[in-house]
T-cell receptor, first 112, second 118 residues
């Protein structure tokens, strides 16, 4: 079974609409990273969260880590075609700062 | 931000030959580098973790003799796919970070290498 589950798996939204992607784990998320990937390309770092309840924003993207540190959400406001891609959450599930385990990914399409 | 350069971006090789993929950290010292494999429409699967100057740690199910990893310097790690077969065709991505400070530093990713074995 997947240690880090993302939902939804895919999403199609109209330009200008808001959307939320979730990343859930049964284990504590010691360090939680959000990345964006264009298919067949490398990963672009978006944000990193460490503390329970932490929230960070960059341009129209906001990421939160819940108090229990077992779920994170990525919220995009007023989506644009440039937001299209695959969003991946990655987390340290061991607390050893050694490696990241990645979620299943969410494929986002933004229609005009 | 820091840059990780991966080379080549695409490679096609014949079955039975070996292919080397390089991962370089361009403006920071990467004490740890990670190698991932990504299947079509799937997430990243960690293959191994390499620490500079020591042997790589492979994840369960990854053949260490097939996927040779060398991390000879703080800026370079290489992944060699030996005796490649069509089932090795995949997208390989490296990641690098300076782990001496624990979490709080970004993990930077290379551009990825698409390997096709024919």
């Amino acid at each position: 079974s997947q240690e880090l589950e993302q939902s939804p798996q895919s999403l199609i939204v109209q330009e200008g609409k808001n959307l939320t992607i979730n990343c859930t784990s049964s284990k504590t998320l010691y360090g939680l990273y959000w990345y964006k990937q264009k298919y067949g390309e490398g990963l672009i770092f978006l944000m990193m969260l460490q503390k329970g309840g932490e929230e960070k924003s960059h341009e129209k993207i906001t990421a939160k880590l819940d108090e229990k540190k077992q779920q994170s959400s990525l919220h995009i406001t007023a989506s644009q075609p440039s937001h299209a891609g695959i969003y991946l959450c990655g987390a340290d599930l061991t607390g050893t700062a050694s490696k990241l385990t990645f979620g299943t990914g969410t494929r986002l399409q933004v229609t005009l | 931000g820091a840059v990780v350069s991966q080379h080549p971006s695409r490679v096609i090789c014949k079955s039975g030959t070996s292919v080397k993929i390089e991962c370089r950290s361009l403006d920071f010292q990467a004490t740890t580098m990670f190698w991932y494999r990504q299947f079509p429409k799937k997430s990243l699967m960690l293959m191994a973790t390499s620490n500079e100057g020591s042997k790589a740690t492979y994840e369960q199910g990854v053949e260490k003799d097939k996927f040779l990893i060398n991390h000879a310097s703080l800026t370079l790690s290489t992944l060699t796919v030996t005796s490649a077969h069509p089932e090795d065709s995949s997208f390989y991505i490296c990641s690098a970070r300076d782990t001496t400070g624990g979490w709080g530093t970004e993990a930077f990713f290379g551009q990825g290498t698409r390997l096709t074995v024919v």
